[in-house]
């Protein structure tokens, strides 16, 4: 089945750094890929929507200059953590919908397997 | 904000049925009922979704009221492994795929 892979799966970087993950659909194209952060014990909050040749859309209270998305191809988005700091430690995870195979049908929602960073 | 709500934790004995309720009753005429869970430290896991009907597949059955203001998810046989946090969600394509708090579900053995 479809399958949306993520690298790296784990980091640790010194505060200041930056730090970049990618978002794979392997074997579906995706114009359009979410990105969500995740703190522990609570539930997924979505910080934007990546979308194929053209600017991402980011949700109320997302730096867009801090957290800066590239979604150059159909299969490829990547989330860079700029200047990352200790509270951006966190569990980043990212999906992509794809069609059920009928038009105007229903999308299924395929989800990595998550990043966690750690900013030290 | 998500638009649905789910009791924020259930308990359920292993090999009994796990029935996980949600109540979406701001939902739209072309919203489909989907329905995640997640297993700590793991991205989340589809289960099933529905528009109108009843659907079933080999992990749960979806019952979806005929009023579509609330669904439940059904986990014929629950075994430990289905401890996870589940997570219901009313969505279509171009929105915006928003999770609420979820149902945090114990199979007891």
């Known amino acids: 089945g479809a399958v949306v892979s993520q690298h790296p799966s784990r980091v640790i970087c010194k505060s200041g750094t930056s730090v970049k993950i990618e978002c794979r659909s392997l074997d579906f194209q995706a114009t359009t890929m979410f990105w969500y952060r995740q703190f522990p014990k609570q539930s997924l909050m979505l910080m934007a929507t990546?979308?194929?040749?053209?600017?991402?859309?980011?949700e109320q209270g997302v730096e867009k200059d801090k957290f800066l998305i590239n979604h150059a191809s159909l299969t490829l988005s990547t989330l860079t953590v700029t200047s990352a700091h200790p509270e951006d430690s966190s569990f980043y995870i990212c999906s992509a919908p794809r069609s059920g195979g009928t038009a105007g049908v229903s999308y299924e929602q395929y989800f990595g397997p998550g990043t966690r960073l750690t900013v030290t | 904000d998500a638009k649905t709500t789910q009791p924020p934790s259930m308990d359920c004995a292993e090999g009994r049925a796990a029935n996980l309720p949600c109540n979406h009753s701001?939902?739209?005429?072309?919203?489909?009922v989907y329905w995640y869970r997640q297993i700590h430290s793991q991205g989340p896991q589809y289960i099933i979704h529905?528009?109108?009907n009843n659907e079933t597949n080999e992990m749960a059955s979806l019952i979806i009221t005929e009023d579509r203001k609330s669904s439940t998810l059904i986990l014929p046989h629950a075994t430990l492994r289905d401890t996870a946090v589940y997570y219901c969600?009313?969505?279509?394509?171009?929105?915006?795929?928003?999770f609420g708090p979820g149902t945090r579900l114990s199979v007891l053995p």
């Open positions: 529905g528009l109108k």
């Open positions: 990546s979308n194929e040749g053209s600017k991402a859309t980011y």
């Open positions: 969600i009313a969505y279509n394509y171009g929105q915006n795929f928003v």
């Open positions: 701001t939902i739209s005429g072309n919203e489909y």
